[in-house]
């Protein structure tokens, strides 16, 4: 997009030099006020980006200047508690590692296979696939906690009835994600050009040999950035995780098979403390902010580098 | 098969020709693909779960309280049996509502600068910052909104102005969070919209001497239209959608009312509230957290519904 952006403003700019000097001469000038309401205008745009800006640099500040004093390994090691003085985020931390570790396993089989069919089996032709297509895409805009609502009924009791346990918490979250690394994987898999499924085809292999060997090794990169992309959101969430007990008072590490023990996670207990009155304990939720957005910010920048790195273009 | 007669006898005296059917019946890859298949029929299935688990107890809520009742009476107390949706819905729409007047102006106005005014340097710097903010994880600005966007408000507030300052919940601050939340989700899809407004239309409103205001205003933003309309209800999905920030910021009483100082419990929050405190199974106030589980699945259903149509339409007019 921004390759073709230079010379379409240079064809701009020299089309309308010609044309304002063409009717310069006859019309005269441009109505008076103009070049003033520009201004203004281009002013009252930089200042809608500057706002934004800002605000997510107050966030930013915000927390650090909270939390700030809170900033030491004891964030990390110390235990579930009330207490500021001896708060950390222990215990969540490890529920968080044990969540994501799962939601992976789940995730990156499940999404990048539904985006194979629908891009390289599924014929659009057929009303199931296109069923598929958009309920995805509808799956991708239900309120998170919305899946926590299924994840109780489904997972937690009903059906599955694995109780309280996080597991139950990895398999909604994963649920929660899946469609946002359906809809990357798909992406990354359509950008690979149809010559080089031709090619391979033509030379004998097998549609499998050729998605196996060709089209995924291709993807790879795009595939991995949208699913970093997907795990970063699921660090960060927290509303479904209230509805499957993470809310608990726990100060041992999480079982995750366990429907009797208990667990937290890092988010759910950044707004456990947030909430509380206890004086002090707000520095503690503030410095577990600081401490997740890092990690984000960690995986993020990974992702970046990967699609810089190994982004191909053909 | 008449035609491969046909063809096989008019080839007589040749050699037999090639078969291009694969020499074994390839069951592997019948196997892979329906497993593939499977994986993208899971997505149904989840869709399925998600509205069995909602409607199930949902009918049940329904049996007790009549329809008519849950959604026009205006008190909502589980407590004492009274069961009128109205307030948390309110409640949602009051937060949602300040969100999008700040966020509304912000994010189309960063859209147009991305779009029109910046040079590709400082839109590639930009876009990626703004979208930054869209990866925040909630909690976090909720944490933000009442450690800082509550204070501030509290020490700027003129006087007695709608009944005095916010208090330590409020919807303000909270719609402000939201706001600044959604911002990229307008700002990004709008940009991407204004971008693919062909040069052309651009090219001849400046050959006619508009001036680049107007070209912003009067071309490229209604030409445009369909994708930011697209953005603005998938923003406001997510907004109605959230439950972090409402959680800590909103409060948790239900209110019928847009007063922006007040404290209001959204439908989000509700749910977050009652499902986490100790309720047993088979309660009628068990049985809400999916009435109203239902009302926010309807209501963000439709609006991410039409921002799905919305987008197709600027698709094709100009992709």
């Known amino acids: ?314 | 098969m008449e035609a491969r007669n046909i063809a096989t006898s008019g080839a007589a005296g040749l050699p037999p020709a090639r078969r291009l059917e694969a020499a074994s019946p390839r069951y592997g890859e019948r196997a892979i693909k329906s497993f593939l298949a499977l994986c993208a029929g899971l997505s149904v299935v989840t869709t399925t779960a998600i509205v069995v688990s909602l409607l199930v107890p949902a009918l049940g809520f329904f049996r007790e309280v009549p329809v008519g009742d849950f959604l026009l009476k205006t008190e909502w107390a589980p407590a004492q049996d009274l069961f009128g949706v109205l307030p948390l819905i309110a409640g949602t729409f009051n937060v949602v509502l300040w969100g999008m007047v700040f966020a509304i102006p912000i994010g189309i106005g960063a859209a147009i600068y991305l779009a029109e005014y910046a040079s590709p340097r400082v839109r590639k710097i930009v876009k990626p910052v703004l979208e930054v903010l869209a990866g925040i994880p909630t909690v976090a600005i909720g944490f933000f909104g009442v450690s800082l966007v509550t204070p501030l408000l509290q020490d700027v507030w003129p006087g007695e102005f709608l009944g005095g300052p916010p208090g330590f919940f409020n919807a303000l601050a909270a719609g402000l969070c939201i706001g600044l939340m959604i911002v990229p989700i307008i700002a990004s899809i709008s940009e991407d919209s204004m971008s693919s407004v062909p040069g052309g239309l651009r090219e001849g409103a400046y050959a006619l001497g508009a001036s680049k205001m107007r070209v912003a205003l009067r071309v490229v933003f209604p030409a445009a239209l369909s994708g930011i309309v697209a953005s603005i209800v998938l923003a406001i999905s997510r907004a109605v959608g959230e439950t972090m920030v409402v959680l800590l910021v909103a409060g948790n009483t239900p209110n019928l009312t847009f007063n922006p100082v007040e404290n209001v419990q959204a439908l989000t929050a509700f749910i977050g509230v009652t499902a986490t405190g100790d309720i047993a199974q088979n309660t009628i106030e068990y049985d809400t957290v999916f009435a109203v589980g239902t009302v926010l699945f309807v209501l963000t259903l439709i609006m991410n519904m039409t921002s799905i149509r919305f987008v197709r339409k600027y698709r094709q007019i100009y992709e």
Not at chain 1, 137 to 157: D, H, K, M, T
Not at chain 1, 178 to 194: G, S
Not at chain 1, 222 to 240: D, H, M, Q
């Open chain 1, 1 to 314: 997009m921004s390759d073709d952006f230079e010379p379409k403003t240079e064809r701009v700019r020299l089309a309308s030099a010609g044309a304002r000097a063409a009717v310069a001469g006859s019309l005269g000038k441009q109505p008076g006020g103009t070049v003033a309401k520009n201004r203004i205008f281009r002013a009252l745009l930089l200042l809608a980006v500057g706002i934004a800006l800002a605000g997510l640099v107050a966030l930013l500040v915000d927390a650090f200047v909270e939390g700030q004093g809170r900033l030491s390994l004891d964030l990390i090691t110390g235990s579930n508690s009330f207490d500021p003085e001896i708060a950390g985020f222990q215990q969540a931390i490890v529920g968080t590692l044990y969540l994501i570790a799962f939601v992976i396993l789940m995730v990156v089989p499940l999404g990048v296979g539904a985006a194979i069919y629908l891009e390289e089996y599924a014929s659009r032709e057929r009303w199931w696939n296109r069923l598929i297509e958009l309920n995805v895409q509808n799956l991708a805009g239900v309120p998170s906690i919305v899946y926590g609502i299924l994840g109780l009924a489904f997972i937690v009791r009903g059906p599955l009835d694995l109780g309280f346990m996080l597991f139950a918490g990895s398999i909604t979250l994963a649920l929660l994600v899946l469609p946002t690394v359906i809809i990357a994987a798909r992406e990354a898999i359509r950008a690979v050009p149809p010559s080089i499924r031709e090619g391979s085809l033509a030379l004998g292999a097998t549609e499998w040999q050729t998605i196996r060997r060709q089209v995924l090794p291709a993807a790879v990169p795009g595939i991995l950035t949208g699913v970093i992309l997907a795990i970063s959101r699921a660090v960060g969430e927290a509303a479904p995780l209230l509805l499957l007990g993470a809310a608990s008072f726990v100060t041992f590490n999480p079982e995750p098979f366990s429907a009797d023990t208990g667990w937290t996670a890092l988010p759910v207990q950044i707004f456990t403390f947030a909430a509380r009155p206890e004086e002090g304990i707000r520095e503690v939720a503030a410095a577990g902010i600081i401490l997740m957005l890092a990690v984000l910010l960690l995986m993020n920048s990974f992702a970046i580098w990967l699609r810089n790195r190994y982004e191909q273009r053909w």
